[in-house]
């Protein structure tokens, strides 16, 4: 049986990357389509910013791009609503101008698998005839914003598009458990490249020479106290000292406890390097602010900036201990960090905030250290920066080499053949 995997993403560019490598791999098992965000005309931040809009779907979108490392054939549609509108009409003219993209590509000869990644996309799923649909939950959407006035709407368009496709992918049992509603939700924890996160130490996986990503400057975030580089050279990461304690993915907005943070900043050893790539995000909820103002007022931690993909592993092989700096609330518990991957991926012992329950921290075999205070969190990082060997580094690869991004997409496509007789 042969397989085209057509992946919808709820992001703008299919090389950033917390999304590309995350279904990279079903392009070894199958032609590879992605769908990215679309452009849509009558949205509000169309309507507000027209010119930059049309400029950035020009320069990147205006024809279908290859993915010059899994082949993957990229385009990018224009729609006319935004697809949180229950509206017939509108679906069915969003429907009918994604069909227009779709056609020059359409699968021959080929079972077609869509990925749907996001909540708001039921309306793309016509009727299914030969085409079978997945939704791939990454989070709790309904708790995404952090505010109780859209929560259940978007609670009830998660259980809606449920109840719509074939299968569910959940990243962790806790997610499994709050939408398990029928036979057809499955937990399948996040994975990691393995050929892109190679360590030192490794030298039988040959490393992928990944590209620099097509990036648009003006699409990273242009908020307060964000550093506003994006970085391609490693000389900046040639300057880290040890011991170094870093982070892949900075402070983000309301993902990240600033309190938490400022204490182990406080307490740890004025020895260790604290460094971050990314920025320090502004959280939209209210009552995460003024941890936000006091963190950023007298914050140790150095943030890089935005290093490109292809760079990661150089940093985070400078890097002693990974850390996430998750808040421990009822969102982050059903959250699954890629970065956590990444860091074992590269051998290093990882320092955690305890925001999983304890049927999700099983995965990681006790190979990540989980903290409810800043006080064991600074206990954690010292001891794993103190007694780390070679023998525990290879532990860690192996874990990671288990759960590979293409171990992942087999396991997908079993779950097809098994489940729906294909």
């Known amino acids: 049986m042969k397989f085209t995997f057509i992946v919808l993403i709820n992001d703008k560019i299919w090389q950033r990357y917390t999304r590309r490598p995350h279904y990279s791999a079903l392009a070894e098992l199958g032609d590879l389509i992605v769908i990215e965000y679309p452009l849509t005309i009558l949205s509000k931040k169309f309507l507000k910013r027209p010119l930059r809009e049309i400029k950035y779907y020009l320069k990147y979108s205006w024809s279908k791009r290859i993915d010059t490392l899994s082949g993957a054939k990229i385009i990018r549609p224009i729609i006319l609503f935004p697809s949180i509108l229950e509206n017939p009409f509108c679906e069915f003219i969003n429907r009918k101008l994604v069909a227009l993209f779709l056609f020059s590509i359409k699968a021959k000869n080929?079972?077609?698998i869509y990925f749907l990644t996001y909540y708001n996309q039921a309306w793309l799923i016509a009727k299914k005839n030969y085409k079978r649909f997945i939704l791939d939950m990454n989070d709790e959407w309904?708790?995404?914003?952090?505010?109780?006035?859209?929560?259940?709407?978007?609670?009830?368009?998660?259980?809606?598009?449920?109840?719509?496709?074939?299968?569910?992918?959940?990243?962790?049992?806790?997610?499994?458990?709050?939408?398990?509603?029928?036979?057809?939700i499955f937990y399948l924890p996040n994975a990691v490249d393995i050929n892109h996160y190679v360590p030192s130490f490794d030298t039988k996986t040959k490393k992928t020479k990944e590209p620099s990503l097509i990036y648009d400057k003006e699409f990273l975030s242009l908020i307060t106290n964000d550093p506003r580089k994006y970085i391609k050279s490693i000389d900046l990461i040639k300057e880290i000292k040890n011991p170094a304690v870093g982070s892949i993915s900075g402070l983000a907005g309301n993902w990240s406890d600033f309190d938490f943070m400022a204490k182990v900043e406080e307490?740890?050893?004025?020895?260790?390097?604290?460094?971050?790539?990314?920025?320090?995000?502004?959280?939209?909820?209210?009552?995460?602010?003024?941890?936000?103002?006091?963190?950023?007022?007298?914050?140790?931690?150095?943030?890089?900036g935005h290093l490109d993909y292809s760079i990661l592993p150089d940093f985070l092989g400078k890097i002693n201990v990974g850390i996430v700096m998750?808040?421990?609330?009822?969102?982050?518990?059903?959250?699954?960090?890629?970065?956590?991957?990444?860091?074992?991926?590269?051998?290093?012992?990882?320092?955690s905030t305890n925001f999983l329950t304890e049927p999700d921290k099983e995965i990681f075999e006790g190979m990540v250290s989980f903290a409810n205070t800043p006080e064991e969190y600074v206990e954690y990082i010292v001891y794993a920066y103190e007694n780390d060997s070679q023998e525990l580094k290879i532990k860690r690869r192996r874990l990671a080499v288990k759960n590979s991004t293409f171990n992942r997409a087999k396991k997908i496509v079993n779950i097809f053949k098994e489940k729906l007789n294909l």
């Not at 952090?146 to 997610?175: C, G, N, P, Q, S």
């Not at 971050?276 to 007298?298: H, V």
Request: glycine share 4%; aromatic share 10%.
């Open 110 to 112: 080929s079972k077609e």
């Open 326 to 351: 998750h808040r421990m609330d009822e969102f982050n518990t059903h959250s699954a960090p890629n970065k956590i991957w990444a860091y074992l991926a590269m051998g290093l012992p990882v320092v």
């Open 267 to 304: 307490l740890l050893p004025p020895e260790f390097n604290l460094l971050s790539t990314g920025n320090i995000g502004l959280p939209t909820k209210q009552d995460f602010l003024p941890g936000y103002f006091k963190y950023i007022s007298k914050n140790r931690m150095r943030f890089l």
């Open 142 to 184: 309904s708790m995404i914003e952090y505010d109780d006035l859209v929560k259940e709407k978007i609670k009830k368009l998660t259980f809606d598009i449920i109840a719509k496709v074939d299968l569910v992918l959940t990243v962790t049992k806790r997610l499994r458990n709050k939408y398990n509603c029928n036979a057809k």
